[in-house]
């Protein structure tokens, strides 16, 4: 055989050039992402999840192409600190975003504290790896300009930065609710019967500009909302034959089918994950609230760590790599968006901080040897750990509803301490901590390890990373 150096220039350029090329075509393209995230948005609203109240042919028909997360868990069961885990891949806890500058569960107008732009978010991972990234709706993790989403890892920001129901009816003091585009207030009091329409525009205008190259789309929707009656589009209202819930639900549907359409003409929709889930459940029939919602199979509330509150639908669309009109009831997390992402996009996963999220790629695949990767998953409200689940097991802690003489009992639970079997009680009614002594124990564990991470009512955690705290917090304007 010739030595390679007797051949001519031009034959080893060309050899040089087919080996680039053939390497080319097995090279993986990374896939683009997109997170729907309604909000307060219950497991019985959907009739792919059960519901015989509402029609949602859209989110069904994501859920016919994609898989169906039957055990999907926010890792709170309140809005501020369910964000801040989803896009930093950790308990809310561990990020300072558990209470609010007020000691309150969610983040306020001009708040003085709000997410750290010292966290890693799934947009600056995904940033580092060249992908486009935007959020466009409901942010709710610190409404100062330190704190919006362009400090985040996102490239653009359009939304409103709180919950809709923070507006002067319901506190004189606080600001008309804004409505932003990167860090300019372009209009405020934002008409909310039109947020929902206008989304969608942004979100067509950036898929399609972005369809050329990888990008992350978080679109956090503000429907059906805090509000007791939803704020919905015209189009909408008093056509579910469901309320004014049932009303919202037909126009998240709505925004998904268009956002599912948008994908496909654009060509993209092999090489697209489409994520839809909400951020915790519906909050009806909590302290005398007329909200409507449906949290069925389970029983509790959002805003509680019931199953009703954490346990939430979630489907994931990805044609030829997640199995068409599947289902999965293994324990995964709102965590897990992050490191499930930065696998698939080849990002590294942050090496220098605890990240409590897993990887669920095997779930996803349709393996069916493939498990829950969480040993133990942990419920907590605010500063308060209130349950422990491994397995079919979870514990209901013992707890007091009042701490340094703040009356925290709409959120805080008051209860003796109770066993559940999940496997055969969905509604948590039957405590059988008696019969099974050991697994008490061994939960009980668990949480006092947790409890010296990230604390409890009595004690910081020696594991919680710092929130940013604003010393003169502003409201947000028009200029």
Not at 110 to 116: E, T
Not at 140 to 152: A, N, S
Not at 370 to 381: D, G, H, R
Request: aromatic share 10%; net charge negative.
């Amino acid at each position: 055989m010739r030595p390679l150096t007797d051949l001519k220039p031009g034959f080893f350029i060309l050899v040089c050039f087919v080996l680039l090329c053939s390497g080319c075509t097995h090279r993986e393209i990374p896939p683009n992402f997109i997170i729907i995230l309604a909000d307060n948005l219950g497991y019985g609203d959907l009739a792919c999840f059960g519901s015989d109240l509402q029609q949602t042919p859209n989110i069904d028909k994501l859920a016919t192409e994609g898989m169906r997360l039957t055990s999907f868990y926010s890792a709170s069961g309140v809005c501020t600190p369910s964000r801040a885990s989803l896009m930093t891949g950790c308990y809310a806890q561990r990020v300072d975003m558990h209470l609010s500058d007020t000691g309150l569960a969610i983040l306020r107008p001009v708040a003085s504290k709000g997410l750290n732009p010292e966290e890693i978010t799934i947009a600056d991972l995904l940033k580092e790896k060249g992908y486009s990234t935007a959020c466009i709706g409901k942010w709710h993790l610190g409404d100062q300009p330190e704190c919006l989403p362009l400090r985040q890892g996102f490239d653009y920001y359009y939304g409103i930065p709180y919950s809709e129901d923070m507006i002067p009816s319901f506190d004189p003091d606080w600001p008309d609710l804004p409505l932003i585009r990167n860090d300019e207030v372009i209009e405020a009091p934002v008409d909310l019967s039109t947020t929902s329409r206008r989304y969608v525009k942004e979100a067509i205008r950036f898929i399609t500009g972005n369809k050329e190259k990888p990008f992350f789309l978080y679109f956090p929707l503000n429907l059906p909302g805090s509000s007791a009656v939803p704020v919905t589009d015209k189009a909408f209202a008093g056509k579910s034959g469901n309320g004014p819930w049932g009303d919202a639900i037909m126009e998240i549907d709505w925004s998904v089918g268009q956002i599912v359409n948008c994908v496909k003409a654009s060509g993209i929709e092999k090489n697209t994950i489409i994520v839809f889930t909400s951020d915790n459940g519906a909050p009806q029939g909590l302290s005398g609230s007329s909200r409507g919602g449906s949290n069925e199979p389970f029983s509790g509330a959002g805003y509680t760590t019931m199953e009703g509150g954490m346990r939430v639908p979630a489907i994931v669309k990805w044609p030829g790599s997640v199995p068409e009109g599947s289902s999965n009831d293994e324990l995964c997390t709102m965590m897990d968006w992050l490191p499930t992402f930065a696998g698939l996009a080849g990002a590294q996963r942050p090496r220098d901080r605890i990240i409590d999220g897993k990887n669920i790629r095997p779930l996803l695949s349709g393996d069916e040897n493939a498990k829950t990767p969480y040993k133990v998953f942990y419920y907590y409200l605010m500063d308060q750990l209130q349950a422990v689940r491994e397995g079919n097991w979870k514990l209901h802690l013992a707890l007091e509803n009042k701490y340094d003489g703040i009356d925290k009992s709409r959120f805080y639970g008051s209860s003796e301490l109770r066993l559940i079997d999940l496997s055969k009680d969905l509604k948590e009614k039957h405590d059988v901590s008696g019969e099974y002594p050991e697994v008490v124990d061994r939960l009980l564990g668990y949480a006092e390890e947790i409890s010296k991470e990230l604390g409890d009512p009595s004690h910081r955690g020696d594991q919680i990373r710092p929130a940013l705290y604003i010393e003169h917090p502003e409201p947000l304007i028009m200029k």
